[in-house]
T-cell receptor, first 113, second 115 residues
Framework: GDSVTQMEGPVTLSEEAFLTINCTYT??????LFWYVQYPGEGLQLLLK?????DKGSNKGFEATYRKETTSFHLEKGSVQVSDSAVYFC????????????FGAGTRLAVHP | NAGVMQNPRHLVRRRGQEARLRCSPM?????VYWYRQLPEEGLKFMVY????????ESGMPKERFSAEFPKEGPSILRIQQVVRGDSAAYFC?????????????FGQGTRLTVV
């Protein structure tokens, strides 16, 4: 079945460091891909998305490119801030016409000053 | 325009009691999804409902769990005879329509603790 695999955390970085969080997926058909962010005690917020191969989603300095050949959707940011500390979830939306999301296990990011 | 509202935010139940979790979707949204997040894990899909209809309940445990989305009022996720393993965060999401290009908006979740 469809699944999402993320790199395990926690990821600990210093402020202004470069961030990569790996995400690979298995899916039948052509899913849409998402990154969600969850701040402590909060719900999930959509960070960015891509709906077809080679699309690049971007928001708040974060980017991810939909790579069909490697079935990947890695999240990157050139210079992280303390306020980026959160849990990041990669997800895919299964084909079938509605927003049933399959999530990875999440990667906790801690950014220190 | 208020976001997806879930209540209560925190719920404590003793083993064997019933838990009722409520979700009011965003205004104009007629599609509701429930997800469960176990500690240190990602969210797992439970059920997808439209007004008065369950469309996909493939992620719902076969026993003790039920969901509804009546014509009027919030969506309800009901857990009967709770056990310690039901302790989790339960998130509701809503969307105005279906389709892979439609964003689902999440509520802040209900954190259920079974003691």
């Amino acid at each position: 079945g469809d699944s999402v695999t993320q790199m395990e955390g926690p990821v600990t970085l210093s402020e202004e460091a470069f961030l990569t969080i790996n995400c690979t997926y298995t899916a039948t058909g052509y899913p849409s891909l998402f990154w969600y962010v969850q701040y402590p005690g909060e719900g999930l917020q959509l960070l960015l998305k891509a709906t077809k191969a080679d699309d690049k989603g971007s928001n708040k300095g974060f980017e991810a490119t939909y790579r069909k050949e490697t079935t990947s959707f890695h999240l990157e940011k050139g210079s992280v801030q303390v306020s980026d500390s959160a849990v990041y979830f990669c997800a895919l939306s299964v084909s079938g016409g509605y927003n049933k999301l399959i999530f990875g296990a999440g990667t906790r990011l801690a950014v220190h000053p | 325009n208020a976001g997806v509202m879930q209540n209560p935010r925190h719920l404590v139940r003793r083993r064997g009691q019933e838990a009722r979790l409520r979700c009011s979707p965003m205004k104009g949204h007629s599609h509701v999804y429930w997800y469960r997040q176990l500690p240190e894990e990602g969210l797992k899909f439970m059920v997808y409902l439209q007004k008065e209809n369950i469309i996909d309940e493939s992620g719902m445990p076969k026993e003790r769990f039920s969901a509804e989305f009546p014509k009027e009022g919030p969506s309800i996720l009901r857990i009967q005879q709770v056990v310690r393993g039901d302790s989790a965060a339960y998130f509701c999401a809503s969307s105005p329509e279906t389709g892979m290009n439609t964003e689902a908006f999440f509520g802040q979740g209900t954190r259920l603790t079974v003691v």
